[in-house]
């Protein structure tokens, strides 16, 4: 409304203005150098009007002609740019498609039409890698990697060159300096994190987690701090007490069904004297997850104290959380220190139609010692070689007889889990179109009675498995590794081996 306000009075007053001259017409006289020229008002400002319009033609006409080299340099190079963009595009296409050949004849002609634009470098490292030459790939990496615009980029791609090398080294120096330069790169703070927990530096690797909190998810955080917190503690645990057991009840406030934490938060608890808070911890752990190390670290809660007592504090234990074989296991342990050996045979009678191999053993030590029958001893402990066998600390098919908090095949923080090796240790996915995926099988860990070392000797002694050719993925990553990248984890063994499966059926 405003606007149409001010179009009508400014028409209205150029209206007036028109109507004003026209009533007062007169003559406009110029003399200049004795020459006098007489005019009417309105052919004079007629004629200034078209002088100004001629003017300005000329002025344009003028402007153009100055002006047309770098209009044609501009309009030549947006075609350049558009052609090259087409290229850029075409190659990264043919990339992800697996097209060696026409991702080199793209990338060559973006290299022709534009060297130095930072998708070029990318379209060129990608080819190389496709192409399996590291050296091209490498050169495009540290080209990107001294400019500003694509630093991140090139480091990231000489970090995955350098692990393609094993040039662990390398590869970290690449992910310190992509975390310094960018500390929200999730990559490379998850590889300086793995590099420190690989090299036991507990403290640097609690102060990068701090630095990396407001990029994990606040479950995240607190259960890798929780893992860190107790590997430091297992570390200092033999020199400095006093700090283990610190860092032991930090890790369990923020993990508290992490076993290790509560294990070893529970024993130093009880060596000062504390032995509620001891029990509290251990058995709220306990609850959440039963497990052989916490029945342990319960048992030896009280030192001094009779075996009938002991037995008594641990059915109470075993009782809350009923029908599991930990339980169970751990009553019959007690039961026989305790020489109550119907109880032990009680507890162990539901898992004897299909035992796993700690209830073999316990059998084996039960029938010594209650009916001192040495051949049914045997007997248990040569079933014991083809049980089933027991969970264990797993992580990427490798079982370890302890808790690590870091996985010594990825790197992964928090990787070991408490399962049977078996039903978790499972091949990368690979495609062989004659024979079946082999099955991941872990090394066994060790057993009291020698009964595991013998099957994982078994194990070890299986042939090598049949690899299929890797096959390319469909996209790749600008970091992606190529296809020599792709690695089955974890040993492996072939199905038709008679030996280990055997064993583990």
């Not at 697996?98 to 534009?114: C, H, K, N, P």
């Not at 930072?118 to 080819?127: E, N, Y």
């Not at 074989?325 to 898992?351: C, M, N, T, W």
């Amino acid at each position: 409304m405003i606007r149409v306000a001010l179009y009508l009075i400014f028409v209205g007053a150029i209206a007036y203005g028109v109507a004003l001259l026209a009533d007062r017409l007169g003559d406009v006289v110029v003399i200049w150098q004795g020459l006098q020229i007489e005019t009417p008002l309105w052919v004079l400002g007629a004629a200034i009007l078209v002088a100004a319009i001629v003017l300005s033609f000329v002025l344009g006409f003028i402007r153009w002609i100055v002006r047309s080299p770098i209009v044609l340099s501009r309009l030549l190079r947006n075609r350049r740019g558009v052609r090259a963009y087409e290229a850029i595009s075409r190659g990264l296409i043919a990339v992800g498609a697996g097209d060696i050949a026409a991702a080199q004849r793209f990338t060559a002609e973006v290299q022709r039409l534009a060297p130095g634009e930072p998708l070029a470098l990318l379209l060129s490292a990608q080819a190389a890698q496709l192409a399996g030459d590291r050296d091209a790939a490498e050169r495009a990496f540290r080209t990107m990697a001294v400019r500003p615009d694509t630093k991140a980029l090139g480091l990231h791609g000489l970090f995955i060159e350098a692990q393609r090398r094993n040039d662990a080294g390398g590869a970290r120096a690449y992910a310190e300096e992509a975390a310094g330069i960018a500390p929200s790169l999730g990559w490379a703070g998850t590889a300086v994190l793995e590099a420190r927990c690989r090299d036991g530096d507990w403290a640097g690797a609690l102060n990068l987690l701090e630095q990396q909190r407001r990029m994990l998810d606040k479950a995240t955080y607190r259960r890798q701090r929780a893992v860190l917190l107790t590997a430091r503690a297992l570390a200092v645990e033999d020199s400095d007490r006093d700090a283990a057991k610190e860092f032991a009840l930090e890790a369990n406030k923020l993990a508290p069904d992490l076993v290790p934490a509560a294990a070893l938060a529970g024993r130093l608890l009880a060596e000062g004297g504390h032995l509620r808070k001891a029990n509290r911890i251990i058995d709220s752990a306990w609850r959440a997850n039963p497990h052989p190390e916490l029945a342990q670290a319960y048992a030896e809660l009280r030192s001094g104290e009779s075996a009938r007592d002991k037995l008594k504090r641990i059915e109470a234990g075993a009782r809350r959380v009923p029908g599991h074989i930990e339980g169970a296991l751990a009553v019959a342990r007690a039961a026989l220190d305790a020489q109550e050996f119907a109880k032990a045979r009680s507890e162990l009678s539901p898992y004897l139609d299909r035992p796993t191999r700690r209830v073999c053993v316990l059998m084996a030590k039960l029938e010594r010692s209650e009916r001192n029958d040495e051949g049914r001893a045997r007997e248990w402990m040569a079933r014991a070689l083809n049980a089933p066998p027991d969970s264990q600390w797993t992580a990427d098919g490798y079982v370890s007889d302890r808790w690590l908090p870091v996985s010594p095949v990825s790197g992964r923080i928090d990787a070991f889990v408490w399962r049977v090796p078996l039903t978790g240790a499972i091949a990368a996915p690979i495609i062989e179109p004659e024979f079946p995926a082999p099955i991941s099988v872990a090394p066994a860990a060790r057993d009291q009675n020698a009964v595991i070392p013998a099957a994982a000797s078994a194990i070890r002694a299986a042939p090598e498995p049949v690899k299929s050719e890797p096959v390319i993925p469909l996209v790749h990553a600008p970091d992606d590794p190529g296809p020599d990248g792709i690695e089955e984890s974890g040993a492996s063994t072939n199905q038709d081996n008679s030996g280990w499966r055997k064993i583990f059926q």
